[in-house]
């Protein structure tokens, strides 16, 4: 529910500090542009991280085009407009929220890659740099969205073929309750899934790292 208040309250937190981050990314000159249709500049996340490193410049794939219009997602707060604008458009929060993930999560992660280990180490990193209250909802778009995209129903697909990854809309549950029984179920058959060795290598582990994450 995108308007239980410690729902609202994390994900304003998120939106709030990632805007700090954008800001001071933008101060040292960042420059962006939208992935164009039909179109992929970044095959691997080697190329991502030499556009970063080398001209310090990111493409971002438009939210509208992949999760805006689903019916699942309309009310999810990173579909908010910001202050920001690109091509005369207000950003979105969650482009620019993806923006900021690539480059202070995955770049700052020793140049993380985008599957299951590098997303994990990515959603490690930039931890670091919000707030308790925004984890929660950092924690439910990298991380939680990361396992059930590659250990949920399509997993075994989404590893296989990860150019063609079945990407899941992105979810507002805070990883409450139902959201840890959503991926209790997922994982009921005990497949391994990664988390960081020291949480463990299966779902005791992952249950454990959830209540972590959702306390105070």
Known sequence: D????????????L????????TDLLSKGLKIDKIKPGTNPYPT????????????????????????AHEQSKNHPLLQETEFKHENQPLLANDMFRIVHDINGHHLANKSGFGPKGEHEAYLQHKKMYSPLANKALFSETAGQNNYVNFGPNGEKNRSDPKNT????????????????ELKEAYSDQRPIFISAKEGKNIDGLIKLL?????D
């Open 2 to 13: 995108p308007n239980h208040p410690a729902v609202k309250a994390s994900y304003d937190a």
């Open 15 to 22: 939106i709030n500090e990632t805007k700090t981050q954008f």
């Open 45 to 68: 996340s080697r190329e991502m991280h030499n556009d970063v490193e080398k001209n310090n410049h990111l493409y971002y794939l438009p939210t509208v085009e992949e999760y805006g």
């Open 166 to 181: 079945i990407y899941v809309f992105n979810k507002t549950e805070n990883l409450h309750e139902a959201f840890k029984k």
């Open 211 to 215: 209540e972590s994450i959702m306390k």
